[in-house]
């Protein structure tokens, strides 16, 4: 599309970014905080906090079907049916299976929500500091390629965005997760304690911690504190968790210089091979179907992990004929996911007399043992966490009597305290892990749909079998009775931890962006989601994100300053 000279300047800005979830807010908050007037771009409607959470404060027994997915709609969205967190109160903040559709090559659960804020509306919120063993181990293991950067690169920034997010967590002295700026933590209840203290007895190097979570447990500024009401997906009225929603967009909207503008397909980004460098983006509306063009000297990709690089792919030019960055040959490839799919559960005989109180939204955390210290395993490399919930269980005899005070009397009854360990396994970065753009098959704004070819290895199969062995030998051991396998059987992408595909590296013959998550080729085009990951660890990933976005930023600054970009 054309534009005259006064178009083209009205349509200018100083900095654009694609996506407002997790890195998106916070690529908005750091550039206009740095005086940069930005646009943010946001394929979905608008959420504004607090007055767009119409179910954040509504009772279980006001839904229809009792936050229950009706059979019809399950059937209709077999994939977003399948998310722990897809339920009647949270509905409206995800995508449904035909609205956007793509190519599976193998079972591929795509989980997607698209609305600013994103998925940080509705995210888990765990986020632990990756360590130097985490950054080193592919070029020790002459595994994919070196990252270029090592925990001492990042550890400000984690510090940095950790003071402002607001990180509930105990500093428990870890290597393998750093400690961080931490808020005071959530408690565990009696179980939880009973099995740190086995555990520590019978493993002294398996930890049982409370978990680190991005939910405030001090008051920052107007957030929070947390109310303990653990309906933090459907979001929440007092900013007790950490969305771009509540904190990043309202802090880069107070300066002043964010536009934010909703309903906007990216198309492109549009490269100038003159200049050596990006100029714009090709953007559609998403419900008139006009196409736009939009400037700036610096562009944010934060669109998630696979529309960042199905962005990227869609670039095509004279200088990047298969896809901005691509001279490696690598955009695309060693996509990640987590593996969840080993859990166990077992009955504790004790505690009869207690019980806890209030909905703490979180839950108890080992962190990786195996392949680490003096633990060398044989069967596979690099390690697992276990997400571990103490909890007591409600009675068997309340469906015995539906009414009256017979009733009141059952529900009154508990049954026993139980413990479930759900181990998290670290993915490694298969190049023929991939997606790719579609030859024929477009959506309904002409851009192709994504083919999706993924598939958990034998690495991840034999650490699975670990992960089940281990919980469920520490459960016996510490006593617990009526111990079950609760595998489950979870599709690549259900763990919603999609990384890499755009990873970072030293060279552009093996990498698509380099230290400072700049496109080579490029370098006025960063990208600091998921899709920048060189590999997984088996650490929750947001936190990292939001860490290598600022740390993106500052050197954007730097070199805008000397006129670098």
């Given at each position: 599309m054309y534009l005259n000279g006064k178009a083209k300047e009205k349509n200018t800005y100083d900095a654009i970014v694609i996506g407002s979830g997790i890195s998106g807010g916070w690529s908005a908050k750091e550039l206009c905080e740095k005086g940069l007037r930005t646009l943010v771009l946001e394929r979905g409607r608008d959420v504004k906090h607090i007055e767009d959470y119409p179910t954040a404060n509504k009772p279980i027994w006001e839904f229809p079907h009792r936050d229950q997915i009706p059979y019809k709609i399950k059937k209709e969205n077999p994939i977003i049916s399948r998310c722990y967190a897809f339920s009647e109160a949270t509905a409206h903040f995800f995508v449904k299976d035909n609205e956007h559709p793509y190519e599976q090559q193998k079972p591929f659960d795509w989980i997607r929500g698209y609305q600013v804020g994103g998925k940080s509306l509705m995210w888990a919120r765990h986020t632990q500091r990756w360590s130097d063993l985490d950054f080193e181990a592919n070029a020790k293991e002459g595994i994919a390629v070196d990252w270029p950067i090592r925990y001492k690169d990042l550890a400000p920034w984690y510090s940095y965005v950790e003071k402002f997010v607001g990180i509930s967590g105990n500093r428990d002295s870890l290597p393998q997760i750093p400690d961080g700026e931490f808020q005071p933590p959530m408690p565990m209840n009696c179980l939880e304690e009973h099995m740190k203290d086995t555990f520590t007895q019978m493993y002294p190097d398996r930890n049982l911690v409370i978990a680190r979570t991005a939910n405030l447990t001090s008051r920052i500024e107007n957030r929070g504190p947390c109310q303990h009401r653990n309906l933090c997906r459907r979001g929440c009225p007092l900013g007790g968790y950490f969305s771009s929603?509540?904190?990043?967009?309202?802090?880069?909207?107070?300066?002043?210089?964010?536009?934010?503008?909703?309903?906007?397909?990216?198309?492109?980004?549009?490269?100038?091979?003159?200049?050596?460098?990006?100029?714009?983006?090709?953007?559609?509306?998403?419900?008139?179907?006009?196409?736009?063009?939009?400037?700036?000297?610096?562009?944010?990709?934060?669109?998630?992990?696979?529309?960042?690089?199905?962005?990227?792919?869609?670039?095509?030019?004279?200088?990047?004929?298969?896809?901005?960055?691509?001279?490696?040959?690598?955009?695309?490839?060693?996509?990640?996911?987590?593996?969840?799919?080993?859990?166990?559960?077992?009955?504790?005989?004790?505690?009869?007399?207690?019980?806890?109180?209030?909905?703490?939204?979180?839950?108890?955390?080992?962190?990786?043992?195996?392949?680490?210290?003096?633990?060398?395993?044989?069967?596979?490399?690099?390690?697992?966490?276990?997400?571990?919930?103490?909890?007591?269980?409600?009675?068997?005899?309340?469906?015995?009597?539906?009414?009256?005070?017979?009733?009141?009397?059952?529900?009154?009854?508990?049954?026993?305290?139980?413990?479930?360990?759900?181990?998290?396994?670290?993915?490694?970065?298969?190049?023929?892990?991939?997606?790719?753009?579609?030859?024929?098959?477009?959506?309904?704004?002409?851009?192709?749909?994504?083919?999706?070819?993924?598939?958990?290895?034998?690495?991840?199969?034999?650490?699975?079998?670990?992960?089940?062995?281990?919980?469920?030998?520490?459960?016996?051991?510490?006593?617990?009775?009526?111990?079950?396998?609760?595998?489950?059987?979870?599709?690549?992408?259900?763990?919603?931890?999609?990384?890499?595909?755009?990873?970072m590296g030293h060279d552009p013959k093996t990498s698509v962006l380099n230290r400072h998550n700049q496109v080579w080729g490029a370098e006025n085009v960063f990208v600091t989601d998921g899709s920048c990951m060189t590999s997984s660890a088996c650490q929750n990933p947001s936190l990292t994100y939001m860490a290598l976005t600022a740390r993106a930023i500052d050197h954007a600054i730097n070199e805008l300053k000397r006129n670098n970009l």
């Open positions: 929603n509540s904190a990043t967009l309202p802090t880069a909207m107070k300066t002043g210089n964010l536009t934010l503008r909703p309903f906007s397909v990216v198309h492109s980004i549009i490269y100038d091979k003159d200049k050596g460098k990006a100029t714009g983006v090709r953007v559609i509306d998403t419900n008139s179907k006009e196409s736009m063009e939009y400037y700036a000297k610096v562009i944010f990709v934060n669109a998630s992990t696979l529309n960042s690089t199905l962005i990227l792919m869609n670039s095509k030019s004279e200088r990047f004929p298969d896809g901005m960055g691509n001279d490696s040959g690598e955009l695309g490839h060693n996509l990640m996911d987590h593996n969840y799919n080993a859990k166990a559960r077992g009955d504790f005989i004790g505690f009869k007399d207690k019980y806890f109180y209030g909905k703490r939204p979180t839950n108890t955390y080992m962190p990786r043992f195996r392949n680490f210290g003096s633990d060398i395993q044989e069967n596979f490399i690099r390690g697992y966490a276990f997400s571990c919930t103490g909890e007591r269980t409600a009675g068997t005899k309340a469906a015995e009597t539906l009414v009256g005070d017979k009733l009141v009397e059952n529900l009154m009854i508990l049954g026993p305290w139980q413990f479930t360990m759900h181990g998290m396994g670290e993915c490694l970065p298969y190049h023929e892990n991939h997606v790719r753009l579609s030859d024929d098959k477009t959506d309904e704004w002409g851009i192709p749909l994504l083919v999706i070819d993924a598939e958990y290895k034998a690495n991840e199969r034999e650490m699975e079998k670990d992960m089940l062995t281990q919980a469920m030998e520490m459960m016996e051991k510490a006593g617990l009775i009526n111990i079950e396998d609760l595998k489950e059987n979870r599709n690549f992408g259900l763990n919603i931890h999609e990384m890499g595909t755009a990873r």
